[in-house]
């Protein structure tokens, strides 16, 4: 199946070719605040958060696609975000920032929330949501301010990636190593393939 794919994460990119999806991007054009659709709604929860999120990212890929009278396609979307309890740690907007929350998540067990929702040309949508655990070692805090130098802890939901350096502070994983990358290759190989037998 070729798709679009409305992300702007080379790790997704990188994850959907590891499933042989030809794909293409649909980026967030100069007019568009994308950022805007990844705002908490006071005393939202974690899962719905990332649901919420993800159906907004599909609706707004949907209206760019029309809007550029683009070849029609399928459209995939996906959102990550990391829990630690209720509080939700999105990606971090300074040094600082970067810095609290790693210190936040050194020593503790936090969740790891994607979610997958795929349009077909006919509109009609699949979604999914793979949730995961991940139990970090306590981290010395000139380590973490390395790694926040480092620059790795930007732009990304609970300001690391588990592919990066960060791996070596995990001292566990319980759900989808894909699905902390950002987007879990099970469930987006099964809306694919409901999708293709609609």
């Not at 929860?45 to 599909?58: E, G, I, N």
């Not at 987007?183 to 393939?193: K, S």
């Amino acid at each position: 199946m070729s798709l679009y794919l409305a992300s702007q994460s080379p790790r997704r990119r990188q994850l959907l070719d590891q499933l042989g999806v030809v794909h293409e991007l649909l980026l967030p054009g100069p007019d568009e605040d994308a950022e805007a659709l990844e705002a908490v709604s006071e005393g939202e929860a974690p899962l719905a958060y990332v649901q919420r999120v993800t159906r907004a990212k599909l609706e707004a890929s949907l209206a760019r696609l029309q809007r550029r009278a683009l070849p029609p396609g399928p459209v995939l979307c996906a959102d990550t975000t990391v829990a630690l309890g209720p509080r939700i740690l999105g990606k971090p907007g300074d040094a600082t920032e970067a810095l609290a929350m790693l210190q936040a998540l050194s020593g503790q067990a936090h969740e790891v929330h994607t979610a997958v929702a795929l349009a077909d040309v006919r509109g009609r949508v699949w979604a999914s949501v793979s949730s995961s655990t991940v139990w970090v070692a306590e981290v010395p805090h000139a380590d973490l301010a390395a790694y926040v130098a480092s620059g790795e802890p930007f732009g990304k939901a609970g300001a690391y990636g588990i592919q990066g350096r960060f791996a070596a502070w995990v001292s566990r994983i319980e759900g989808s190593y894909s699905g902390i990358m950002g987007l879990p290759l099970f469930e987006t190989a099964q809306l694919l393939r409901q999708a293709a037998e609609a």
